[in-house]
């Protein structure tokens, strides 16, 4: 238990390190730790009370809470490390195209793009809808049944449907605008059946407050948005266990949340049972290029490919039946591949997405320009695009290209046209 205990300092430290610097509470990293936090240091803790279980200190145990600890301070360190960026960056000029909001004109063309997304998001989810419409009143059922052939139609949706809700922030000078886009957004979130759907929109909420407002989010507000943000994570919570009433078994079904961990740590412990050799590299190549092909387009498509392989040695019932492989989070599919060496991989990935991160935070505060903001969301982990496991670093920037020409468009009452509005 004392090493989770000065683990979670450790890492809070950072943040609040980071928190002094930026003079704001919750800033860029407030999202990924909210959830990472509280599903790998205190769910665990609450799983142990719940289940009369004791923490057994394995070299499993230790070595997943040690690359958690150095995973995140370097990540944050090297945000904050006042870096002299690539000159390649400094040179693309396009990308430092304002996002201005001065006029009526402005707000309705984003406004009008959000409803635009917002419907071809339920347009596109359509098919889903009428197929499990038995299920609208428990859409996790249709989450749990929508695992395998129904992804050409889960995530696109949920893509335009974050689009539009960020184009729907950007129109939010007027808070009817706003408004009218939560109303719309979160009801069809719920439909998904997905607690991150419901969760993200409100992270992108306060993301855009803090960076594009520029809001100084003091304590007393940021303890506001955290408990809102617990509140929401409750209710999302619900919808995956609605049929649970009783307070006991519900606190042990979200606590059972901290399986992530438990997952690596079995995983590490026992690597040798269960695989011969690592895999170098070949869970990460078959997460990056296997999991892009849509399942309607390679008929034969194995179900064990990437991190599935494990789930597949590991719990081998529970992924034969399909309904949700279990997850073995930040560590394990690293250390199928590259055994204890991980944790260096780790501290270079961390390094690599902080220092981006900061520049794309840095393009944010100068121009507002969505463009950033979209950029700053992935490397925040907060990602537009889901497919489960894999990178999808490319197509957030082919994103964040997408919605920077979308928002130099005009519409005007005689049509769209199309017009150049670089300041």
């Known amino acids: 238990m004392e090493l989770i205990f000065f683990s979670f300092l450790l890492i809070l430290a950072c943040y609040l390190f980071i928190a002094r610097w930026e003079h704001k509470f919750i800033h860029i990293f407030f999202p990924s730790l909210f959830i990472f936090l509280s599903a790998n240091y205190l769910l665990p803790v609450l799983y142990a009370y719940v289940t009369g279980g004791t923490i057994n200190y394995s070299f499993g145990y230790v070595y997943v809470y040690l690359c958690y600890s150095i995973y995140f301070t370097i990540w944050m360190l090297s945000y ?26 402005d707000l309705s063309r984003f406004f009008l793009l959000s409803l635009l997304f917002i419907f071809l998001a339920l347009l596109w989810y359509y098919p889903v809808i009428t197929s499990f419409k038995q299920y609208l009143l428990t859409p996790r059922e249709i989450y749990i049944r929508t695992r395998s052939g129904w992804g050409i139609f889960y995530y696109p949706s949920i893509l335009f449907l974050k689009i539009g809700f960020i184009f729907g922030l950007y129109a939010s000078k007027r808070f009817i605008y706003k408004l009218i886009v939560f109303f719309l957004s979160f009801p069809l979130a719920y ?96 997460d990056n290029f296997i999991s892009k092909i849509p399942r309607k387009f390679w008929k034969d498509k194995p179900r064990s490919f990437g991190s599935f392989r494990l789930a597949r040695a590991i719990y081998p019932e529970k992924f034969a039946k399909n309904v949700g492989d279990p997850s073995f989070g930040l560590l394990g599919r690293v250390y199928a591949d590259f055994g204890v060496f991980a944790i260096f991989y780790l501290g270079i990935a961390a390094a690599i997405k902080g220092f981006f991160l900061r520049w794309a935070v840095n393009g944010l505060r100068k121009t507002k320009s969505i463009f950033y903001f979209v950029l700053a969301l992935y490397f925040a982990d907060i990602p537009l695009v889901f497919v489960g496991v894999g990178s999808a670093f490319l197509e957030h920037i082919l994103i964040a290209i997408m919605v920077l020409f979308l928002s130099k468009i005009n519409f005007s009452a005689f049509g769209l046209i199309c017009v150049g509005r670089g300041k």
């Open 80 to 105: 904050r490390l006042n870096v002299r960026l690539l000159p390649v960056f400094t040179r693309i000029r396009l990308f430092h195209v304002r996002t201005e909001l001065r006029h009526d004109f």
């Open 191 to 286: 439909l998904y059946g997905s607690k991150a759907v419901i969760v993200s929109l409100f992270f992108l909420f306060l993301l855009y407050r803090a960076y594009v407002e520029d809001c100084s989010i003091g304590f007393l507000r940021a303890l506001v948005y955290l408990v809102v943000g617990a509140m929401i994570i409750l209710l999302s919570f619900k919808v995956t266990f609605h049929r649970i009433h009783d307070i006991g078994v519900f606190l042990k079904a979200i606590s059972s949340y901290s399986d992530y961990t438990r997952n690596a740590i079995k995983l590490l412990d026992n690597y040798d049972y269960y695989f011969d050799n690592h895999f170098y590299g070949r869970l990460l190549l078959e």
